[in-house]
């Protein structure tokens, strides 16, 4: 063995670099991206539902489904959330302010891009609608807006001027929450 070494360091530190740029995919740094030959962006471009058959009716052999990039371009970077049982309303709003509204039914996955303001409702109140959600995080936060902006002690007189109105409608809405001192 030659007393100098370091031709034999530079093969691992290389290798290490490569094992740890395919651990994950990058993140991305746009709300969502937009495949080229997209031009019609709308809630359907962030709505999947081929796995609606499995749901609805038995295949009659295995079958694989597969739901990804290929299948649902807006997948690239994101979470989602998978109704697995009921029917579900959600809807985002993007930073320009346009609102991306969907009616989900069971088998179907909806993109929320992250940090954007969203809802879920079930309006069936009769049946419980289940969903996952996955994160590419595993520890990924959630802010709740009404809680976050009523129930955390920001001063009335600022939020009435926020919300173009008066201190007392302000207070009306806090007495639904548990305000932090
Ligand atoms: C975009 O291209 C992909 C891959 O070629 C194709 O599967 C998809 O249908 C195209 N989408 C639109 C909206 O043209
Ligand atoms: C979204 O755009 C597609 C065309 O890309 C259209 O077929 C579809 O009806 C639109 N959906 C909504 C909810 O506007």
Known sequence: MPSNSTPNFLPILLLFTFITSIQ?????????????????????????????????????????????????????????LFLISGTLEVAFVDNKNAIYEQKLRTGDMFIFPKGLVHYQYNRNHENPAVAIS?????????????????GSGIDDGILAKAFKTDVATIQRIKSGFITNP
């Not at 996955?134 to 009523?150: E, K, R």
């Open 134 to 150: 996955a994160f590419g995080s595993a520890n990924a936060g959630t802010v709740s807006i009404p809680n976050s902006v009523f």
């Open 24 to 80: 994950s995919d990058p993140d991305i740094i746009s709300d969502y991206i937009t495949p080229s030959n997209f031009t019609i962006i709308n809630s359907t471009f962030f709505t999947y539902t081929g796995l609606r058959t499995p749901f609805h009716s038995n295949p009659p052999t295995f079958t694989v489904t597969k739901a990804t990039l290929t299948e649902f371009p807006a997948l690239n970077g994101q979470s989602l």
